[in-house]
Structures are given as structure tokens and as C-alpha cells.
Nanobody, 120 residues
Framework: QVQLVESGGGLVQPGGSLRLSCEAS????????MGWYRQAPGSQRELVAS???????NYADSVKGRFTVFRDNAKNTVFLRMNTLKPEDTAVYYC??????????????WGQGTQVTVSS
């Protein structure tokens, strides 16, 4: 069984910054790709950023140059540093983690979601 716990959302003014974190725990053999998705009201969930086990990253065009995804493998935690936030960044943010198990099976797990609201 695995668990993801997110933190760091909140209300911030346009131009401000926030840092989200997502810690994984439980019984697993490995963690592969870790990432962040978001879903705004009336919209589909979309990829924001991801980071693979070798450290390579991928970003949505809308956040390139403003957001940074990084991970602490010793703490099984992925972070999303968000700078120069815009009202259109308002959404519920979900972490997404790919787990591997000794049996060879894998599991994609989602965090509970954290609200980010960018407003003056």
C-alpha cells in the first residue's frame, strides 16, 4: 500500500510564489516518474511538470520558465516551485507518482489535491 501526502497550496497574489510538496510513503521497491497535474473548474486535468528517476524534466508550455519541478529521492518527495503566478494558474494541483514493486508490477498513484488560488 502506498500513500501520497500533498501540502503547500493556498491563496497568493498575481506575481507571487508558492511551493508544493508531495511525500510518498508505504511499501514499494522504487519510484520512477513523479509529477504534477492541475485541474481548473470546467477543464480537464492537465500535466504541469514531471521529473523522471534520472532527473530529466518535462513542462507544460504555459509554465516553462516560471515553474520548477525537483525531487528529493532520500525523502521520496517531489516539489513544485511556482514563481510569477498568474490568475490562470488557479486550479487544484495533484501529484502523480509511478511506483515499482519487487514483483515487477507497477502502480500510478494520485495525491489528494491541493488548491492554488491566484487572485488580488
Amino acid at each position: 500500500q502506498v500513500q501520497l501526502v500533498e501540502s503547500g497550496g493556498g491563496l497568493v497574489q498575481p506575481g507571487g510564489s508558492l511551493r508544493l510538496s508531495c511525500e510518498a510513503s508505504g511499501s514499494f521497491y522504487s519510484i520512477n516518474t513523479m509529477g504534477w497535474y492541475r485541474q481548473a473548474p470546467g477543464s480537464q486535468r492537465e500535466l504541469v511538470a514531471s521529473i523522471s528517476s534520472d532527473g530529466s524534466t518535462n513542462y507544460a508550455d504555459s509554465v516553462k520558465g516560471r515553474f520548477t519541478v525537483f525531487r528529493d529521492n532520500a525523502k521520496n518527495t517531489v516539489f513544485l516551485r511556482m514563481n510569477t503566478l498568474k490568475p490562470e494558474d488557479t486550479a487544484v494541483y495533484y501529484c502523480n507518482v509511478h511506483f515499482g514493486f519487487r514483483s515487477g508490477s507497477s502502480l500510478i498513484s494520485w495525491g489528494q489535491g491541493t488548491q492554488v488560488t491566484v487572485s488580488s
